[in-house]
C-alpha cells in the first residue's frame, strides 16, 4: 500500500499530520468490537488507522494536553501500557499502533473461530 502521508522532518510532523493522528486517536477509541479497523480521510485519500500512527513512531513532538488525556484514559488501561509515559506523539503512537495490532488479531481469531465453527463438514451425512 502506497503512504499518502507526509513524512517527518527531523522528527517533527507537519500540523496536518498531528491533526490526523488526532483524528485516528478518536477512531480508535470509538472502534467497537468485531468490526474492520477504522480509516481516517487525509486529502480524498481512505487510510487505516494503523498507518497513521506507524507514520508517527518516530515524532518528537509534544503530545498536546488533549490527546494526552485520551492516551491516558483510553490507552493507558491495557496491561503492555502500565507505568508507560505519553510525552509525544511518538510514545503515544507506539502504545496506539499496539492496540491496534491487538485488536486486529483478536478479529482475525474470532472470524477464524467463527468459520471453524459453522464450517460444512463434507464427512457427516446430510
Known amino acids: 500500500m502506497m503512504n499518502f502521508l ?9 500540523i496536518t499530520l498531528q491533526q490526523l493522528f488526532g483524528a485516528a486517536l478518536e477512531a480508535l477509541v470509538a472502534w467497537e468490537d468485531e468490526r474492520a479497523e477504522p ?40 496491561p503492555a501500557a502500565a507505568g508507560v509515559e505519553t510525552v509525544t506523539f511518538g510514545d ?12 486486529r488479531l483478536c478479529g482475525e481469531a474470532a472470524i477464524a473461530a467463527f468459520l471453524d465453527h459453522h464450517r460444512v463438514d463434507k464427512r457427516r451425512p446430510a
Open 6 to 14: 507526509p513524512d517527518l522532518h527531523e522528527g517533527h510532523a507537519p
Open 39 to 78: 480509516m481516517v480521510i487525509y486529502e480524498d485519500q481512505i487510510i487505516p488507522i494503523g498507518v497513521v500512527f506507524e507514520s508517527m513512531r518516530a515524532c518528537t513532538d509534544i503530545l498536546p494536553r488533549t490527546l494526552a488525556d485520551i492516551v491516558s484514559d483510553t490507552l493507558a488501561r491495557t
Open 92 to 103: 503515544a503512537a507506539h502504545l496506539a499502533g499496539a492496540l491496534v495490532e491487538q485488536r
